[in-house]
């Protein structure tokens, strides 16, 4: 089962052994329940609203391109960690695997939030907020764990940056 797996894993090692396919299998892909159900739970909400506006093709390749640009992110800051020895010291940040949608779904709920900041959100599904407050801690939240030494985090903002190019190209009418 174990091999199986790290077939698709996003990590540095296994990028640098030629599974590149783990680029996007990662994103198909959990390591819990809790972690697929929070993915899915902002999937289906954010994604649906998304789908409504922009059509299911937009939706699959803003999830794509999330999903690809969230492993390159966790790539990149695991070789930085890496070589900066800035990891946690019971783990090598090149053989530490990810899996999940995370870079993914950000993209599609960051995209919603910078389309619609001003929209009601319901936090923890009872307290209403302003999408631009939830957006501005899921930024903040990963910004700070990456500099903290936490690798997922990388993943979030990588779909953060997708959501951000995808958000000025439909501004521009390019999209």
């Not at 990590?11 to 052994?17: D, G, I, L, R």
């Not at 289906?44 to 939706?59: D, W």
């Not at 890496?82 to 599609?108: C, E, H, M, Y």
Request: glycine content about 12%.
């Amino acid at each position: 089962m174990e091999a199986c797996r790290s077939q698709i894993y996003i990590s540095v090692e296994n990028f640098k052994s030629g599974r590149l396919h783990t680029l996007i299998t990662s994103a198909f892909s959990h390591m819990d329940i809790d972690h697929i159900l929070h993915n899915m739970i902002g999937l289906y909400f954010f994604g649906v609203h998304l789908g409504q506006v922009f059509g299911p093709e937009f939706l699959l390749k803003l999830y794509l391109a999330g999903g690809i640009a969230g492993s390159v992110f966790y790539l990149a800051h695991s070789a930085f960690l890496a070589s900066s020895s800035k990891g946690q010291f019971w783990k090598d940040p090149l053989r530490t695997p990810s899996l999940g949608a995370s870079g993914a779904v950000n993209a599609i709920i960051l995209l919603d939030i910078f389309l619609f900041p001003k929209s009601t959100l319901y936090l923890n599904f009872f307290i209403p907020i302003p999408a631009i407050l939830l957006g501005i801690y899921l930024i903040g939240k990963d910004v700070l764990g990456m500099i903290e030494g936490d690798t997922p985090g990388s993943a979030h903002l990588g779909g953060g940056v997708v959501a951000a190019v995808a958000w000025a190209r439909l501004r521009r009418g390019r999209f």
